[in-house]
């Protein structure tokens, strides 16, 4: 289960106390199918509140976990990133004022990509991830493509009213940079930057739940 303690851990603080929280995944993808991602978890927005809930040992049933536990996980994530082949320069920051964390690293094709987005998830995610892939890339098309086939609403199912309630401001930011200009892209609700070379695409949690948009987009870079 180490693998999967980013989710775990850092969003057992968002999910289960706090509505104000952002997830955000970067990638910066070469032309050859090479890249960085980074994955943040920002809870600024409620920072105070998680302050406060962090020297409790227990809210509404579920253990608190504490700093310590926190930086431990997060640790043994990079470890576990590491060990993966085509995986090189793994970071991570833990800002316990505002109550930012963030894990990166440099993966050398997109299969390793699929590879590190597990350690990203939890275990029911991770199924879906492994039986349809979250990123491929076509080098000679140069189409990037990003899936989410997990069922968050069916999911949500298995929690009680008052915990799914917390999910009302929730959101999740992806941002993917290229080296070539963007020529179009499949989410109309994404915004490519001016210079074509970046896309980003805001999403609520709530939304994704009730099926009104998601994270998925086909990319198409121009040639």
């Known amino acids: 289960m180490k693998k999967y303690i980013f989710n775990v851990v850092l969003l057992s603080i968002s999910f289960l106390f706090t509505s104000c929280f952002e997830v955000v995944e970067e990638i910066s993808l070469n032309d050859n199918g090479s890249g960085n ?48 082949k085509g995986v090189s320069n793994v970071k991570y920051s833990t800002d316990f004022t505002d109550f930012i964390f963030n894990v990166s690293c440099d993966f050398a094709n997109v299969d390793v990509l699929n590879k590190v987005i597990l350690h990203f998830t939890t275990r029911n995610q991770a199924n879906a991830v492994t039986n349809s892939k979250q990123f491929s890339y076509n080098k000679n098309t140069k189409t990037f493509v990003r899936t989410y086939k997990y069922n968050l609403a069916r999911e949500m199912q298995k929690i009680s009213k008052k915990d799914r309630a917390v999910l009302r401001d929730a959101s999740i930011t992806t941002i993917y940079r290229f080296q070539s200009p963007i020529a179009m892209s499949k989410n109309k609700v994404a915004r490519i930057s001016k210079n074509k070379k970046a896309i980003m695409l805001s999403v609520s949690v709530k939304e994704m739940i009730n099926h009104k948009t998601n994270i998925k987009n086909t990319i198409q870079l121009k040639k």
Not at 46 to 67: A, C
Request: proline residues 2%; hydrophobic residues 40%; aromatic residues 2%.
């Open 37 to 84: 991602i980074s994955m943040t978890i920002n809870l600024s927005r409620s920072k105070t509140k998680v302050s406060s809930i962090m020297l409790m040992d227990t809210i509404n049933g579920y253990k608190v976990p504490k700093k310590r536990e926190v930086e431990k996980h997060i640790q043994e994530i990079v470890t576990a990133l590491k060990s993966i």
